[in-house]
């Protein structure tokens, strides 16, 4: 059973950025479609950004322009680049499968915190 583990979060400054990490942990992420996912003080998650076994890329609106994701087939890992952040992105953030209904039991998450 292949579980995510995230790394990588902190509290940074308006602006500043981050890279988080995403290993999997108990087994392969393969050719599957791997995605960062956010879950905020509200309690709801959102999708972040997909990327596929080829490198192909997608992202939420708000986060376009600033975030990238990639990752390394060979070392299996998952990245999320995060610049210029805004108090708003703040939230624990999370690796899995996309779409969800494919899921991987959920990891700890890494919490960014965007603040002054």
């Known amino acids: 059973q292949v579980q995510p583990v995230e790394s990588g979060g902190g509290l940074v400054q308006p602006g500043g950025s981050l890279t988080l990490s995403c290993a999997a942990s108990?087994?392969?992420?393969?050719?599957?479609?791997m995605a960062w996912y956010r879950q905020n003080a509200t309690r709801q998650r959102d999708f972040v950004a997909w990327?596929?076994?080829?490198?192909?890329?997608g992202y939420a609106d708000s986060v376009k322009g600033r975030f990238t994701i990639s990752r390394d087939n060979a070392k299996n890992m998952v990245y999320l680049r995060m610049n210029s952040l805004k108090p708003e992105d703040t939230a624990v953030y999370y690796c899995?499968?996309?779409?969800?209904?494919?899921?991987?039991?959920w990891g700890q998450g890494t919490r960014v915190t965007v603040s002054s």
């Open positions: 899995n499968r996309f779409p969800l209904i494919y899921s991987y039991s």
């Open positions: 990327i596929l076994f080829t490198g192909r890329t």
């Open positions: 108990g087994g392969f992420f393969g050719d599957n479609t």
